[in-house]
């Protein structure tokens, strides 16, 4: 059973027992391509592609991390988190706690931290996180239900997936 599942410029990429694949959707030349095997993954929920379409940022829940997967060779990084907890930062420096969704929106990612009851956002080009959405005080403590709220006023009950509408900016 996919993880993940992400459709764009005609392809539609998954993530399945840790390897990600990408299925070509014209029906004159199907093609279904393992983009990385089951090295370097824990658990993806969730997957986005860069603007240039030559890489894919990965949740891994498991690691509680996002990562980066070159497609052309399947390598696959930590690009910004790693080991659960919860910071705003640059990089590794930041901290996750299970995150699942992503959605990106021209240099901004936005990132469904699970764990903690947070929406986070990745300023792709400097790798620095901030935290857009939830109470950064109750990170990590298990939610029971979701509160209306303004930005850091709001609590969210385990965000698992999300999507950006409109150009955003955080």
């Keep these: 059973?996919?993880?993940?599942?992400?459709?764009?410029r005609g392809t539609l990429y998954l993530c399945d027992a840790k390897c990600v694949v990408s299925i070509d959707l014209d029906p004159t030349k199907p093609n279904v391509t393992i983009l990385s095997g089951c090295g370097g993954l824990?658990?993806?929920?969730?997957?986005?592609?860069?603007?240039?379409?030559?890489?894919?940022?990965?949740a891994d829940h498991a690691d509680?991390?996002?990562?980066?997967?070159?497609?052309?060779?399947?390598?696959?990084t930590y690009w910004v988190g790693g080991g659960e907890g919860y910071?705003?930062?640059?990089?590794?420096d930041a901290k996750f706690r299970r995150p699942s969704g992503l959605a990106r929106r021209g240099n901004?990612?936005?990132?469904?931290?699970?764990?903690n009851n947070l929406i986070r956002c990745?300023?792709?080009?400097?790798?620095?996180?901030?935290?857009?959405?939830?109470?950064?005080?109750r990170a990590g403590t298990t939610a029971t239900m979701s509160v209306e709220g303004?930005?850091?006023?709001?609590?969210?009950?385990?965000?698992?997936?999300?999507?950006?509408?409109?150009?955003s900016s955080c």
């Design 1 to 8: 059973m996919p993880s993940a599942v992400l459709t764009e």
């Design 42 to 58: 824990g658990l993806v929920m969730g997957l986005e592609v860069d603007s240039t379409g030559q890489f894919m940022y990965l």
């Design 64 to 76: 509680s991390a996002i990562k980066l997967l070159e497609k052309s060779t399947g390598r696959v």
């Design 87 to 92: 910071a705003d930062g640059v990089g590794t």
């Design 108 to 115: 901004l990612l936005y990132v469904a931290d699970t764990g």
């Design 122 to 137: 990745i300023h792709i080009s400097t790798m620095a996180v901030t935290t857009v959405g939830g109470d950064p005080s």
């Design 150 to 167: 303004i930005a850091q006023k709001a609590h969210f009950c385990a965000p698992n997936s999300l999507t950006v509408e409109k150009a």
